[in-house]
């Protein structure tokens, strides 16, 4: 009888330590796995489109600057003085080098096809000075130019007749920086 009782009490003092393991309350399982992370905080989609406007507008006046300031101007015959039209165009220039100040230019001086090569040459260097002083009259640093001439040697049209040799009295503006 007593084994039994042994037993019996055994067998409870088991039970009722099972039921009291049982109804403490367990942590948690933990999940060792690594967790996205939120996405960082980020602008407003009206932000962020006003940002792309803005950015394509700047690259469209980049654009229109480079435009205006690869217009050629013309010239008389033998002549290097400015036209009017060739003002009005190197004051368009001047407005684009300003709004863009890292820009810096060549400015190639051309003669059309009649004269020696050596006046022509000399020609075409009096154009290309002539612009370039009238653009630093206009504000904008000497620095930011060279000048050149190619004479004849460059015709932008062949011909031999004045509506080429029109188009070969001129200046061309060549953006070598910015």
Do not use: H, P
């Given at each position: 009888m007593l084994g039994r009782r042994l037993t019996l009490l055994t067998v409870t003092a088991l039970a009722l330590g099972l039921a009291v393991g049982c109804s403490r309350k367990q942590p948690p399982a933990t999940d060792d796995r690594p967790r996205a992370e939120p996405p960082p905080a980020t602008e407003n989609a009206g932000d962020a489109d006003a940002a792309r406007r803005a950015e394509e507008e700047a690259r469209l006046a980049r654009e229109a600057a480079y435009g205006s300031i690869q217009d050629m101007i013309f010239f008389d015959f033998d002549r290097s003085d400015l036209r009017e039209d060739a003002r009005q165009t190197l004051q368009t220039k001047a407005e684009a080098l300003r709004q863009f100040p890292d820009i810096r230019i060549r400015i190639e001086g051309h003669a059309?096809?009649?004269?020696?090569?050596?006046?022509?040459?000399?020609?075409?260097?009096?154009?290309?000075?002539?612009?370039?002083?009238?653009?630093?009259?206009?504000?904008?640093?000497?620095?930011?130019?060279?000048?050149?001439?190619?004479g004849e040697e460059r015709p932008a049209v062949d011909g031999h007749n004045e509506a080429a040799w029109s188009q070969n009295r001129r200046d061309e503006f060549v953006i070598i920086g910015g």
């Open positions: 059309d096809e009649r004269g020696t090569v050596e006046y022509n040459l000399a020609l075409g260097e009096r154009r290309a000075d002539a612009a370039r002083a009238y653009l630093i009259d206009l504000g904008i640093d000497s620095d930011r130019m060279t000048t050149i001439s190619y």
